[in-house]
């Protein structure tokens, strides 16, 4: 039989401020592709500017938190959440999911999306979508 090592889920913790292993592994994620993002932005015809990547990462990390936390709480704590609506936002007391954040995520990839002017909508249809996310792979 195997056995699991306990490993503390607590990386850094400074009084009452507690920093997570997988919160700092979000931390990388989102360092990680804003970086390869830039540097493929500057390799290939830039498409994007600056500051439409940087709106996308932000966006794309604001839909993970925010949909990761929702799916959560709505499929797994939807009782607490009747009992105490604000429980929503006690985030200090852990809880994300993916499904959530994956369906978050999309919907913050098409605000980001809105927010491009309209020359560049029409340029961009499905076809250069899914060779623009090949790109980043």
Known sequence: MLTYPHIDPVAISL???QVHWYGLMYLCAFGM???LGTLRTKRMNPVWSADQLSDLIFYAAMGV???GRCGYVFFYSFDQFLANPLWLF???K???SFHGRSKRKFKSKSHSENKRNSNEKK???INQYS???RLLN
Request: charged fraction near 10%.
């Open 15 to 17: 009084g009452p401020l």
């Open 65 to 67: 938190i925010l949909g």
């Open 131 to 133: 060779q623009k996310l």
């Open 94 to 96: 852990g809880g994300m």
């Open 33 to 35: 592709a804003y970086f």
């Open 90 to 92: 006690q985030v200090w």
């Open 123 to 125: 340029r961009l249809n």
